[in-house]
């Protein structure tokens, strides 16, 4: 295993006892209040489209024992109900606009025409519907979605608006891997946030957060501080998505335990990949499988390498352990591997005192920066010469990371994915294919997910045509 390369920020994965962490406002006992899961969006049918509605709204929240925390949420006070949807589907997504301000909604990791994205051109008035129309064609995978609005989209997401949605497909459904949505099959949004003493959030106060982005000395996991969740012993996967704004996670078990991940951003992996740790970026998911059924009775912590938090309790009810294991194969990504490259493009990473952009422009809405053909293979090179590491995510497309700095990419980058985290110093090559058109009125976009650094510019606009 390329270890090196999961060592970058300096972190190894000899694991010291990673410490608990009692919310400074929670009298909660850690770790005694049960993962809330997020439900699943109910839909209905209607000339063979399944039709889902979106609202969003302003809610409250008790984060801490007694104390309301104002928020946003999809359908929810905080976070979003998740979409589940399967390959083929047509689908109309009705989201209604209930806050008090302009929002948008970007269906990050779906591979749908530009006018369907929810880009930040989408944008939806304070009490009105936007419509999205689209018919699912990917491999099954991870998506969510989230606000893009221009230079508001940190706020809002920080406020809670962000669900998941997920894609079946006949491959995956056909697999033996567990898939009972939130029993052995759980999804886990993991975020930081940071409060005011009255327990209001605390987002970007200056020009130091805009520049690191902001990050919170609270973690929540599906919006809950310290949750714990039982499963059987058995093998249970999760769906991670790291939904914060501008932390990065390197996901352990606390004693170091292996697991398997199964799945990257947009899509299963060829096979399964046997880890102890992983790093997750902004934007970033990842399936892991973990097998249980040897512990019955015992506790489990994940918890993040990098700065020695535990974030859920695993706790495994003694029963008598269901014994199952993984398939050898998972997916085969047959487009990718006989491309023809047409073109290279290079995407520059530019950070200074104060400056955040790409290609040294910074986001405007009235510009294209690059016009791109539909089902043309390209290799886009991302350059970062800054200190900092960022998570670049293309919208429309799913792509096969090529190279680091000339190099094979890490094991767990063998599948599809949307958002790529390019270190200090390094460049990345990704092969990307859009199928979809974006025309210049709805562009797409790529940009960093530190949303910090997207608001401040360093975002570009394209377009796809035929
Ligand atoms: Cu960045």
Known sequence: ??????????????????????????????????????????????????IFDLKIQEGEKQFFKGVDTDTYGVNADYLGETIRVHDGDRVRINVQND????????????????TSDGGPHSTIPKGTTW?????????????????????????????????????????S??????????????PLVIQDRRFYADGQFMYKQGMHDTMMGVTGDTRLVNGMIDPYVEVDPEQVRFRILNGSNARIYNLMLDGGYLFHQIASDSSLLPEPVALKNFMLAPGERA???????QHPGKTFYLGDGLDQKRLLKIVVRDRKPIRTTLPEKLVKIEDYA????????????????????INEKQM???????????????????????????????HGTGFKVLSRDGKTPLINETGLKDTVLVYSREKVEILVVFRHLAPAERPYMYHCHILEHEDAGMMGQFVVEA
């Open 338 to 357: 006989h491309a023809k490259v047409a073109k290279r493009r290079q995407f520059t990473l530019n950070m200074a005192m104060g400056y955040l952009g």
């Open 131 to 171: 419509q999205a129309d689209m018919t699912i064609g990917q491999h099954a995978s991870t998506c969510w979605y989230h606000p893009h609005t221009k230079g508001q989209t940190g706020r809002q997401v920080f406020m809670g608006m962000a669900g998941l949605f997920i894609i079946d497909d006949p491959a």
């Open 1 to 50: 295993m390329k270890r090196r390369n999961f060592l970058k920020l300096g972190t190894t994965f000899a694991l010291v006892p990673l410490l608990g962490q009692a919310g400074t406002k929670s009298s909660v006992k850690p770790f005694s209040q049960k993962l809330p899961i997020p439900r699943l969006a109910s839909y209905r049918m209607k000339n063979g489209v399944k």
């Open 287 to 293: 399936e892991i499988v973990m097998d249980f059924s």
């Open 99 to 114: 806050l008090d301000e302009m929002t948008t909604l970007h269906w990050h990791g779906l591979k749908v025409s530009g």
């Open 364 to 394: 405007q809405m009235d510009r294209i920066d690059e016009v791109v053909k539909k089902d043309t293979f390209e290799i886009w090179e991302i350059w970062n010469p800054s200190p900092r590491p960022h998570p670049f995510h293309v």
């Open 173 to 186: 459904t056909r697999l033996p891997l567990p898939d009972h949505y939130g029993v052995n099959d759980i």
